[in-house]
């Protein structure tokens, strides 16, 4: 087959959670598939090296301005047409084809006002037009799946569920000089509890630091991201709360240095109250990190039984979660050593496979 993907979020410079998909899913679909040909769909160059250069692998760069989805890549897609195309991070052409598409999350459904208006209107058709145009779609996890027969009625045999994996260089970081490096490049001090996800109302975050108001000194918190919407509300309530002095704000944590800061973190805190995946909580366990996170949408599916699991909304568990965990020795080591053993059941390899299958039987 000729496999044509969507790869421009892949090529951004700055990639959160769906743009890291797009990268290493694409990957492993050319380390899998060798007997293919995969068409690489690109608005800008990508950076030298970012794709394996084989001769199955043809890259296609078609900038333009404005729409680029629905009139350069729909044109490109008209003219010449591949066998299925493949859309890992974005929405489909208004007339796709033979198509393909991830839906990671319809969190803006049951939390409309942590999204602008337009944003939200723009998501709610995306979601649709990607499950009615698609000869089949493919969901990051159970809880997606059944959001999309719940809110859309896909047909659940339409859907195919792939977890995503993680990057090789995710595993814990031991080399102290390193781990001390890396903390004195972002001005943090251990003990530290550890957030990484963009700094947004669907995170939590309010709450996480109401939460963290009660973990004594010296101990800090780390909020590592881009600043997202109403980033300045998340910022303004650590210093109402007097602990303004003992919340970090990093900013965006470069792929390079992700491994070595939550390698040193005391342990890793994700109270979001959706996920359609939850890629830093398994982030966090294959680094050794003890994990406290959300019990509800996919995050259950990620953590099992490694990790301590939490009521988003219940500030009063989360305290009690941050302390137990902070202040036992035994309990922490117990996470980190699940932790790392569950995170070797996701691999970008297994996630492929699921993809490809599903590729090729939206072609036949």
Known sequence: ??????????????????????????????????????TLYFNQPPEPGLFPVRPNVRVRVIPFPRLWTHVRLAAEIAMRPPDVLFVPAHVLPLVPGRAVATV????????PQAHPWAARMYLEWGTRHNARASRLVIADSRATRDDLVRFYRVPADKIRVAYPGLRPDMRPVRDKAVLDATLRRYGIEPPYVLYVGTLQPRKNLRRLIEAFARVPPPCRLVLAGSKGWMYDEILRRAGELGIGDRVLFPGYVPDADLPALLSGAALFAFPSLYEGFGLPVLEAMACGAPVVCSDTSSLPEVAGDAAILVPPTDTDALAAALNRVLTDADLRADLSRRGMERARLFTWRRCAEEILKALEDAAA
Not at 104 to 111: A, K, Q, T, W
Request: no cysteine.
């Open 1 to 38: 087959m000729n496999i044509g993907i969507d790869a421009s979020r892949a090529a951004r410079p700055i990639r959160t959670g769906t743009e890291h998909y797009s990268l290493h899913v694409i990957r492993a679909l050319v380390d899998l598939g060798a007997d293919h040909t995969f």
């Open 104 to 111: 990671h999350d319809l969190g803006y459904r049951y939390f």
